[in-house]
């Protein structure tokens, strides 16, 4: 299926930040079945992340502050052949940086490793300088974009925070700029607390919700953005079965992306794609686009 | 799991740069290899092998290391697991050989404990520095114990792997293995060129985030097992044309060679 400029092997497809360090583990994720991969965010200079605890199982989900490690794109440009090498399905780069002259090295420095795509980290709740600092502005995103796309000859994917009063008006800035498609959502920023200790749990002390807990939140943002927006939304968060995966569809999704849930099932992915052909055949369509957004005719 | 909240009951003093921390806090069904994230409040959480059901056994190398030797009884710190896969467990009537270097003791010990108990007999090649830093001689007293120091200050001068050159294999019908990854892969390659790696089981160490299998940092080449979640333990077999003797990486995720 053709999404967003992309040939997806199916609508599955593993998030950024989760087995996404190395060619291998990307490649071992397309074998289990995801129709895509996206790459752990990859920024200008080598990055050692946060100190641990830097993500921990909570009651309704998960919470973490990597703090964005990564080799830097020199460093990942080995790993992105490494998976192309042993894989078919497309690779999504995911970049980061502080400023659009950053996030254009970036994606400049890792285009001789060929990904597919790019998708831009416009939303890491937890990062000082990076991420949800430059994506909860509007004229910022717009400018990031549009420097991105000129400098590139693939889609370009721009990845929200939902950490904002209004996600569209952030949707609007990246699509006028350029962008194939909105990806939503990252991490809901949030905090957990030991309170025998007292200490908050996080290495970083606060951090970004992710699983179960922030499925209604993504499912919202994702219904508005694709009232919004022209161009495709992919939907992110809290999808752990396929009932999640089509209730994001509905939403206004053309394809999902699957993060936490690959902690209790590395074959998550072949489960969700197989349930949502299920789910297509059952009610009579053919197609993942034939119920895309489907709810917004229910009135 | 959130960290469970737990009290330091014991320390023991094994060796100058080694404790035993014993908690109230006991992990009844874990087996033995696996593993949990341990919070020192205020510096950093880190892996470490449950060397008993209610015990760690910790080398000062570092930060998290060197903070937890400041605390006392009384104390707490905050235990997620037991987490990752363990070493098989023998079967009764089968012969075991443990080959153990320097802290790598820890998660090989209690399986001793085990084989001790069943009255199986257990063959063992310790191996340290020097004498002081022989960890848990009286646990793995469950049949021949040969030791060697790389000082010869006690048993053989050399190596695990200079014992175990002269050691014919071929009656064992499971190895264990855990000590620093260069001297595991020495380990690997003689049991190799007797086709025995696939009989042995290793116990690996990588750079630790999640601890819980998502982050992927700990992400083997080429088939990207987790250490955290596929492991720490893996048959020799799994490991061969691997990174395993070859390099890890870094928390950036750059590769260190050994
Ligand atoms: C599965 C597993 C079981 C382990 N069991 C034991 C044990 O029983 N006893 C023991 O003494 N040690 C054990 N270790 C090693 C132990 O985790 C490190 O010695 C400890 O993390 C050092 O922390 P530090 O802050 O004192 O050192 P630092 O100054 O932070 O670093 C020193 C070295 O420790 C290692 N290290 C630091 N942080 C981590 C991390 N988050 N994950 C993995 N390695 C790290 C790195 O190799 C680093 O170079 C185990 C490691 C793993 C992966
Ligand atoms: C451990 C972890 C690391 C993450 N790292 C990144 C990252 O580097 N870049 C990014 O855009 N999103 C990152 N995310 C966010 C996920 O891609 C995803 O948007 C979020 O977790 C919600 O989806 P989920 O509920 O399926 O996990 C990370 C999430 C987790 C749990
Ligand atoms: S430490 Fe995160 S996957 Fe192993």
């Given at each position: 299926m053709k999404v967003a400029g992309i040939e997806l092997k199916n609508p599955t497809i593993l998030a950024s930040g989760i087995m996404g360090t190395t060619g291998a583990a990307l490649a071992r994720m397309s074998r289990n079945g995801a129709g895509a991969v996206v790459t752990k965010s990859i920024g200008p200079v080598p990055k050692k992340g946060h100190n641990n605890p830097s993500m921990v199982e909570l009651e309704c989900g998960y919470i973490n502050a990597m703090g964005l490690p990564n080799p830097s794109y020199?460093?990942?440009?080995?790993?992105?052949?490494?998976?192309?090498?042993?894989?078919?399905?497309?690779?999504i780069a995911s970049i980061f940086g502080g400023n659009a002259a950053e996030f254009t090295e970036v994606a400049k420095g890792l285009l001789s490793s060929k990904p597919d795509c790019f998708e831009l980290n416009v939303s890491c709740p937890h990062a000082e300088g990076y991420g949800a600092s430059v994506g909860t502005d509007p004229d910022l995103v717009h400018e990031i974009t549009a420097s991105v796309v000129d400098a590139v000859d693939v889609p370009v994917w721009v990845k929200l925070t939902p950490n904002v009063t209004d996600i569209t008006s952030i949707g609007r800035a990246a699509e006028s700029a350029g962008a194939s498609a909105i990806v939503a959502i990252n991490t809901v920023r949030g905090m957990a607390i030991d309170i025998h200790s007292g200490y908050p749990i996080l290495g970083n002390r606060f951090g970004g919700l992710s699983g179960p807990a922030v499925k209604p939140v993504a499912v919202k943002c994702v219904y508005d953005l694709y009232e919004a927006l022209d161009v495709p939304v992919i939907g992110v968060g809290g999808i752990t079965c396929p009932e999640d995966a089509i209730e994001m569809i509905l939403a206004g999704a053309s394809a999902v992306e699957i993060g936490s849930a690959v902690h209790d099932d590395t074959q998550i992915f072949v489960k969700i794609s197989k349930g949502i052909d299920t789910y297509l055949q059952?009610?009579?369509?053919?197609?993942?686009?034939?119920?895309?957004?489907?709810s917004h005719e229910m009135i | 799991m959130r960290p469970i909240h737990s009290k330091i009951t014991e320390i023991v003093e094994e060796s100058p740069n080694v404790r035993t921390f014993f908690f109230d806090t006991q992990f009844?069904?874990?087996?033995?290899?696996?593993?949990?994230?341990?919070?020192?409040h205020g510096t950093d959480e880190v892996p470490m092998?449950?060397?008993?059901?209610?015990?760690?056994t910790v080398q000062k190398v570092g930060d998290a290391t060197s903070r937890m030797f400041e605390l006392g009884i009384g104390d707490h710190m905050g235990l997620r697991g037991p987490f990752g896969r363990g070493f098989t467990i023998p079967g009764n009537g089968e012969n075991v050989l443990f080959i153990a270097g320097g802290v790598g003791a820890a998660p090989i010990a209690p399986l001793a404990d085990i084989v001790k108990a069943r009255g199986i007999e257990g063959r063992t090649i310790l191996g340290s520095r020097c004498c002081d830093e022989l960890l848990f001689r009286e646990r793995f007293a469950c049949?021949?114990?040969?030791?060697?120091?790389d000082d010869g200050s006690e048993g053989r001068g050399g190596f695990v792997t200079d014992q175990l050159a002269e050691t014919d294999t071929s009656d064992y019908d499971r190895i264990y293995v855990c000590g620093p990854e260069i001297m595991m892969y020495k380990v690997?390659?003689?049991?190799?060129?007797?086709?025995?790696?696939?009989?042995?089981?290793?116990?690996?160490?990588?750079?630790?985030?999640?601890?819980?299998g998502v982050c992927g940092a700990c992400s083997m080449d080429p088939d990207g097992l987790c250490v955290c979640r596929d492991g720490p333990v893996f048959n020799g077999g799994e490991l061969e044309g691997s990174e395993f003797g070859h390099y890890e990486r870094d928390s950036s995720g750059r590769k260190c060679h050994f």
């Open positions: 020199s460093g990942f440009c080995e790993e992105i052949g490494i998976a192309k090498g042993k894989m078919d399905a497309p690779l059952k009610y009579g369509y053919s197609y993942t686009e034939d119920i895309t957004g489907l | 009844d069904e874990a087996i033995p290899g696996q593993f949990v994230m341990v919070w020192v092998t449950l060397s008993g059901k209610n015990s760690i049949g021949r114990v040969d030791i060697t120091t690997f390659e003689i049991l190799k060129a007797r086709n025995a790696h696939v009989k042995a089981e290793f116990s690996l160490h990588r750079y630790f985030k999640c601890g819980i």
